[in-house]
């Protein structure tokens, strides 16, 4: 099990020439003059009890810094904040991937400790939020966005947000797959209304179909992985390689446990996290 930890790199792109190096298992490119172009500030961060990822994007080049954060975890909401405090960032956004089943969001918590920031969901996912996203739609942050893609199957109202196409956004582009793709592997599809059928079809149709080159980042790892690419997965994924009838057959046969969590954790995500409490527009 990894413990709690966080790295990061800042990414900057623009048509000029561009140096690349390793950062663990990603390439990042640097531009080898200075530039005024976008300037993307991205933290990996990990909550071990639920092996849960959050995402810590910001424009870094703009004056007021905007950020946003995928996939908070209540319990990391202090260490996060802390984080964006002490980068000076204007944290905008606490967006959700989906409503999770085996930990509470931290969307709720967030928006009660840091007035202003409004929390995204998907509109198909039925709960509340102060942004409703559909597939196609563009979350901005700074002089970046993030693309809303559709990508059903281990709940009805799962998303994937893609960093967006374009010279003046990263490269390569970026994907963060909630549990839709998780490395070699993928989210389960026997609770929420989830179906096998559905994450088969929205992976390949919505995730296969970006530059090979991706970097895909999950909601979840349990085994020690941090960021994979759409090619790797195309080749290597040991479910989604398979045609969709195998695929559908090993999703049937997961036999895996329910979340411990899944009783308490998805009304109290249906509502930001906050079970008790209305999740109030800021
Ligand atoms: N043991 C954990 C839950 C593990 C689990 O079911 N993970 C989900 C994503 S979180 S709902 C999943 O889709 N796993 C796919 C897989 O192949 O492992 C707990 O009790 O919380």
Redesign the pocket.
Known sequence: MIGSFSFACFICFSPKQTISFALRSTMVSFPTSSSSSPKLLFRQLFEKE???YTYLLADFSHPDKPALLIDPVDKTVDRDLRLVKELGLKLIYAMNTHV????ITGTGLIKGKAPGVKSVISKASGSKADVFVEPGDKIFFGNLFLEVRATPG?TLGCVTYVTGEGLDQPQPRMAFTG?AL?IR?????D?QGGSSEQLYKSVHSQIFTLPKDTLLYP??D?KGFAVTTVAEEMLYNP?LTKDEETFKSIMEN?N???????DVAVPANRVCGLQDLECKAS
């Open positions: 639920s092996s849960t999770h089943a085996d930990h281990h549990d998780l592997g993928c989210g389960r599809t609770f909601a979840h349990y479910r997961l895996l446990p329910k979340p411990k969590m899944i």
